[in-house]
């Protein structure tokens, strides 16, 4: 047994050097101002670390916000179908004595989506809903739909409307919570993209206006009367909407105001660009005569669900309808202006 340092080898001794390195560094006691710069340097570093990701993230946080957007788009889809079509029409084109468009471009307006530089989609109007202007409602579009959804409209604003506007909110003992109505909200102005033409949509009426009472419906005559029982018969209600007449369909194009449309689509650049081997009618009479003989001559742009599809109504009238029949049928039609 000798002294301890004696048998100590080279490694050993390598080894106790960097021991008191590790020990100098562990026992090191900086000034108290050094400890404080340092403290300080540190926590400059982190927050400048900080705000680097912050930025960075911000297109991330955008992109979000627009997906979130789109899913309430997507779930406010789901809402309109079960809680507003069947007054507003599938499309938002309206529906005769139910319910005004809310597609129309002069409700929506019109918008377009316009990327950001930070990745983000907002909308950007174009043209702004005129019926906002109309009625003279001094906040948003958007607040306009989440009022009236809400709390309904608990006196009919015209006569021109068989029902009283429901109420939607759920506080207010209707079936929607106010998330739902945000989303249905979105949803609707997202037509604003697409907007329906006027020309396609039932308008409401302006204020005021719409207090005159309806016309008092002239009484049919025989010929006109029997008319309306052809147009019960011979399946038409399948597709096609006379308000107050039978079934309600929604394939075809309303016919409540067939005269009216009748005479507009003659008119119209459509028309006279897309008939096909036909000629021209020169009436709404005659239009209306060659729409049933020749569905295909001539394809209306806007049925309830979307654009019309050819070929769905009956091709087959002229052999199915007496010639009587179908006079009394035109006859009757003529009738709904
Ligand atoms: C029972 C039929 C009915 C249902 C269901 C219905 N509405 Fe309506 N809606 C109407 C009628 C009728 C009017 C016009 C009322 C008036 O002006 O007096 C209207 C008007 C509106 C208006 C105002 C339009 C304008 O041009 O001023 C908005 C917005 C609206 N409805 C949204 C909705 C939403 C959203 C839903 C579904 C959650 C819905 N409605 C469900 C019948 C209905
Ligand atoms: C199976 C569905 C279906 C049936 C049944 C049907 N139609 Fe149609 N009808 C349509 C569709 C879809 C359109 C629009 C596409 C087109 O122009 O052909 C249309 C268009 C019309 C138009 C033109 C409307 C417009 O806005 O310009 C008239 C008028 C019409 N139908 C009358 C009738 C009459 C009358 C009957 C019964 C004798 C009838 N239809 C039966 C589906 C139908």
Same mark, same amino acid.
């Given at each position: 047994?000798?002294?301890?340092?004696?048998?100590?080898?080279?490694?050993?001794?390598?080894?106790?050097?960097?021991?008191?390195?590790?020990?100098?560094?562990?026992?090191?006691?900086?000034?108290?101002?050094?400890?404080?710069?340092?403290?300080?340097?540190?926590?400059?570093?982190?927050?400048?670390?900080?705000?680097?990701?912050?930025?960075?993230?911000?297109?991330?946080?955008?992109?979000?916000?627009?997906?979130?957007?789109?899913?309430?788009?997507?779930?406010?889809?789901?809402?309109?179908?079960?809680?507003?079509?069947?007054?507003?029409?599938?499309?938002?084109?309206?529906?005769?004595?139910? #319910?005004?468009?809310?597609?129309?471009?002069?409700?929506?307006?019109?918008?377009?989506?316009?990327?950001?530089?930070?990745?983000?989609?907002?909308?950007?109007?174009?043209?702004?809903?005129?019926?906002?202007?109309?009625?003279?409602?001094?906040?948003?579009?958007?607040?306009?739909?989440?009022?009236?959804?809400?709390?309904?409209?608990?006196?009919?604003?015209?006569?021109?409307?068989?029902?009283?506007?429901?109420?939607?909110?759920?506080?207010?003992?209707?079936?929607?919570?106010?998330?739902?109505?945000?989303?249905?909200?979105?949803?609707?102005?997202?037509?604003?993209?697409?907007?329906?033409? /006027?020309?396609?949509?039932?308008?409401?009426?302006?204020?005021?206006?719409?207090?005159?009472?309806?016309?008092?419906?002239?009484?049919?005559?025989?010929?006109?009367?029997?008319?309306?029982?052809?147009?019960?018969?011979?399946?038409?209600?399948?597709?096609?909407?006379?308000?107050?007449? #039978?079934?309600?369909?929604?394939?075809?194009?309303?016919?409540?105001?067939?005269?009216?449309?009748?005479?507009?689509?003659?008119?119209?650049?459509?028309?006279?660009?897309?008939?096909? /081997?036909?000629?021209?009618?020169?009436?709404?009479?005659?239009?209306?005569?060659?729409?049933?003989?020749?569905?295909?001559?001539?394809?209306?742009?806007?049925?309830?669900?979307?654009?019309?599809?050819?070929?769905?109504?009956?091709?087959?009238?002229?052999?199915?309808?007496?010639?009587? /029949?179908?006079?009394?049928?035109? /006859?009757?039609?003529?009738?709904?202006?």
């Amino acid at each position: 047994m000798g002294h301890p340092l004696h048998g100590e080898n080279l490694l050993q001794r390598k080894g106790k050097t960097r021991m008191s390195i590790i020990k100098k560094i562990i026992t090191f006691r900086p000034s108290f101002t050094l400890r404080i710069l340092t403290g300080l340097i540190a926590m400059l570093v982190m927050l400048s670390v900080c705000t680097v990701v912050a930025i960075s993230d911000q297109t991330g946080l955008n992109v979000r916000d627009t997906q979130f957007r789109a899913r309430a788009v997507e779930a406010g889809a789901k809402v309109y179908s079960l809680q507003c079509a069947r007054c507003h029409g599938a499309g938002g084109e309206g529906i005769e004595g139910l #319910g005004p468009s809310l597609a129309a471009e002069s409700f929506v307006g019109r918008r377009e989506l316009e990327e950001r530089p930070d990745g983000s989609v907002a909308y950007r109007v174009v043209a702004p809903s005129a019926r906002m202007q109309q009625i003279g409602w001094g906040g948003t579009l958007e607040d306009y739909i989440i009022a009236v959804t809400s709390s309904g409209i608990p006196v009919r604003s015209s006569p021109v409307w068989d029902v009283n506007h429901p109420t939607f909110l759920d506080s207010l003992g209707g079936p929607l919570r106010p998330d739902q109505i945000r989303d249905v909200t979105a949803f609707i102005v997202n037509w604003s993209l697409k907007p329906l033409s /006027d020309d396609q949509a039932v308008l409401p009426p302006a204020p005021g206006e719409g207090m005159a009472g309806r016309p008092t419906p002239v009484p049919l005559t025989e010929q006109q009367e029997a008319g309306k029982q052809v147009y019960l018969r011979a399946g038409c209600t399948a597709c096609h909407a006379i308000r107050g007449v #039978g079934n309600q369909g929604a394939l075809g194009p309303s016919l409540s105001r067939i005269y009216t449309v009748a005479t507009e689509r003659i008119a119209s650049e459509d028309y006279k660009q897309n008939l096909r /081997d036909q000629p021209p009618a020169a009436s709404p009479e005659e239009y209306i005569r060659q729409s049933i003989l020749h569905p295909n001559a001539y394809i209306v742009p806007q049925c309830p669900q979307g654009p019309c599809v050819a070929g769905l109504m009956p091709q087959n009238y002229s052999q199915t309808l007496s010639p009587e /029949d179908l006079d009394k049928l035109v /006859d009757y039609l003529s009738t709904l202006r």
